[in-house]
């Protein structure tokens, strides 16, 4: 099997090095193409990849082909792909809202996998929600999911609508979750700690939750009960946020990406 990476940015380079560091491909296997010269430069200085600066050089050879470019740069790469695409080729997107049937219509080919990845995925930790067209084999399935999981983690989700979703989860979670660690802090500056001391306590409050939260299968909820006792602090700062609705405001976030990712697929 080879692989074509096409967009060497920080999600295609971030996949490309993952599958490189998995001993499912070798280096002859794993293809890269970027139209930047720079990114060339860079790419061909990390010796760990088959680096080409000619589309038509090595389209025609892959097996898999990673689209890694940003959705409006989508309609022009599909163009000059076309002519050099064949029915066994299999496409996996990484873009935000392009859909299964633009890839099949703008590509001619049948078998695409989309998914949703995250940006945890450059430092291994990555969830990455996938779904795919019929035509794809549950063999051909499988080996996708093995070249996805070299990220961290992937989800086989039953349809496009799940990946929409998951952007409002998984794929834009990431910011809600700087967002929270940004208000907490700022409010430890104000406090007074240094901004160091204000980077290890928050960095090490979510790095110690996260832990404690997949060590066994309790609820967030009987985690927040462990923390707060009656007329206590923790007490005192969950009932704040509950006069405030927080709950339900970021509820309200998840879901203004998910229908923010079905609007972009429907192409507006
Ligand atoms: N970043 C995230 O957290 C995240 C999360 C989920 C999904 N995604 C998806 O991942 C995709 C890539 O995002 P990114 O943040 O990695 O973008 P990026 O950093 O801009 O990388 C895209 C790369 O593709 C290159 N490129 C543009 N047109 C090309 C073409 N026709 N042929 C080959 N290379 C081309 C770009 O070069 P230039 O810079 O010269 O244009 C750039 O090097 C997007 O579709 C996005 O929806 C990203």
Redesign the pocket.
């Known amino acids: 099997m080879k692989v074509l990476v096409?967009?060497?940015?920080?999600?295609?380079?971030?996949y490309a090095e993952g599958m490189a560091s998995s001993p499912i491909l070798n280096r002859r296997k794993l293809m890269v193409?970027?139209?930047?010269p720079?990114?060339i430069i860079s790419l061909k200085e990390m010796e760990i990849f088959d680096v080409h600066e000619k589309?038509e050089d090595a389209l025609p050879t892959a097996d898999v082909i990673f689209?890694?470019?940003?959705?409006f740069?989508?309609d022009?790469?599909f163009e000059?792909m076309k002519p050099m695409m064949n029915d066994e080729q299999i496409a996996v997107?990484?873009?935000?809202?392009?859909t299964i049937e633009t890839i099949q219509e703008g590509l001619g080919i049948k078998k695409v996998i989309r998914?949703?990845?995250?940006?945890p995925?450059q430092v291994g930790k990555g969830v990455t929600s996938f779904t795919e067209s019929k035509e794809v084999s549950r063999v051909e399935l499988l080996m996708i999911r093995n070249l996805l999981d070299t990220t961290g983690e992937s989800i086989h989700v039953e349809n496009q609508n799940y990946i929409d979703a998951s952007?409002g989860i998984s794929?834009?979670g990431?910011a809600y979750v700087f967002y929270f660690m940004n208000s907490m802090l700022e409010a430890a500056k104000k406090m007074g700690f240094s901004d160091n001391d204000s980077r290890v306590l928050v960095s090490k409050t979510f790095e110690g939750a996260v832990e404690l939260f997949n060590r066994n299968d309790l609820s967030p909820t009987l985690w927040m009960d462990r923390v707060a006792s009656k007329g206590g602090t923790t007490r005192a700062a969950l009932d704040s946020m509950d006069d405030n609705n927080v709950k339900e405001l970021i509820k309200e976030a998840a879901y203004a990406a998910f229908n923010r990712a079905v609007e972009l697929g429907e192409g507006e």
Request: net charge neutral; charged share 15%.
């Open positions: 096409i967009g060497a940015g920080n999600m295609g380079l971030t193409y970027d139209v930047s720079d990114k589309l689209l890694a470019v940003k959705p740069h989508s022009e790469l000059r997107s990484l873009m935000a809202g392009v998914t949703m990845p995250n940006l995925a952007t794929g834009s990431p």
